[in-house]
């Protein structure tokens, strides 16, 4: 009896097992082919860049200018506080070459909004390579890249200039040029303006100050920075 039993309940059994999905199955939307085996994911969209381009450049230059007691004598006192002060301005001056050289410009405008601070539209804010020439790039108009966007603007840095005087203290002035193209013109007007802050560490008297004094050099950059394209386009 148990033998006839065993074999009417094995085709119900095998019925059961079979009527069961199987994960894969059941992670599987109805009416929807299972993925093949080793199949890459679903590519995501391609990010969409900005129509509109704005080109930063950098500076090399570096001046610095320490102005003592003497230059409040006329010509004879400016002259020799002048040659009093040339090692520290030579000194300071290649200081400031480096500390506040073109990548670390680059690395502290990375840091705002250079587009909306412009009053630009949003952008692809490209780096370029600084150009040693200044009849070029103080004083042409016309693109300084091969790019062809109809929306297209240029920034330049085109003085880093350190100062230290008697009565005033120490401070970090920066001369910029906004040329925008957005008017169709082969050649822009270059809108031309300066930001300058005090500077509390730079330059560093010792190695333990380094850190500190190269971190204040390139806030009061930006600030600078912030002051130029505030004044850009001053409040009614």
């Not at 690395?107 to 630009?120: H, P, S, T, V």
């Not at 949003?122 to 109809?150: C, H, M, N, W, Y």
């Not at 330049?156 to 120490?170: D, E, M, P, S």
């Amino acid at each position: 009896m148990k033998i006839v039993n065993f074999i009417v309940m094995l085709p119900l059994c095998v019925l059961a097992l079979t009527a069961v999905p199987t994960a894969a199955q059941q992670a599987t939307p109805a009416g929807q082919p299972e993925p093949a085996a080793g199949a890459a994911p679903p590519a995501t969209a391609p990010e969409v860049k900005p129509d509109c381009e704005l080109h930063v450049f950098p500076t090399l230059e570096g001046t610095a200018i320490t102005t003592g007691w003497g230059v409040g004598f006329g010509f004879v006192g400016a002259a020799l506080d002048a040659e009093a002060n040339r090692d520290h301005n030579v000194r300071d001056a290649a200081y400031l070459k480096e500390a506040l050289g073109p990548r670390l410009q680059l690395q502290a405008l990375r840091g705002i909004d250079i587009a909306n601070e412009l009053k630009f539209p949003p952008a692809q804010v490209i780096f370029e390579t600084p150009i040693a020439d200044r009849e070029i790039s103080t004083k042409a108009g016309a693109r300084l890249t091969p790019s062809t966007a109809p929306c297209y603007a240029e920034l330049l840095v085109t003085q880093n200039f350190y100062h230290k005087a008697a009565i005033y203290g120490r401070s970090l002035n920066n001369r910029f040029i906004f040329k925008d193209f957005r008017t169709g013109k082969t050649k822009a007007d270059l809108i031309k303006g300066r930001g300058g802050n005090g500077l509390t560490h730079f330059p560093p008297t010792s190695t333990d100050e380094t850190e500190a004094a190269e971190l204040d050099l390139r806030n009061t950059f930006m600030k600078n920075f912030l002051e130029f394209s505030k004044n850009l386009h001053p409040k009614p």
